[in-house]
């Protein structure tokens, strides 16, 4: 177990590990379910698994660390994510994450020193008509230049 003897799960989050505990295919839908909670998969969540699974907690890092979706780091409060998917590359993407670094100095997976952005670089998120499109906590921009970003980010300020 970690160190932190303060982590601990919601009750909810405990009462489904354990429902899940002896299902096939537990750990990702439990690893999903920990991440839609915590934002990330912390070292304590990671530990708190292994102990309510009983499986390794190098299995359970080897998941986490092989599919792209679960997060190791815990994301800002407003979480930057800019399409790369072939349309919004084409696009532009690649000047609007570099204009993103610039303004908040924010490499894409990182997080600002104060915690409020973070900065991911996505696949697709469904809107290639929109192209170049970027999100901000879910909310979507389409069609985004470089000069458009000074005023979207100043909405999440």
Known sequence: M???NEFTFSPALV????????????????LHKVQQE???ISREAADQVSALLDVPLATIWGVVSFYHFFK???PGKHNIQVCLGTACYLKGAQP?????????????????????FSLEAVRC????GLAPVMTVGGEVFGKVTKDQISGIIAKFR
């Open 38 to 40: 915590q934002g990330y």
């Open 96 to 116: 609007i994450i570099d204009e993103i670094d610039k303004q908040l100095t924010l490499p894409v997976g990182s997080v600002t020193a104060d915690g409020n």
């Open 2 to 4: 970690s160190d932190n």
């Open 15 to 30: 009462s489904f590990i354990k429902e899940w505990k002896t299902k096939p295919g537990n750990l990702i839908m439990v």
């Open 72 to 74: 190791l780091t815990k």
């Open 125 to 128: 998120v469904g809107c290639c």
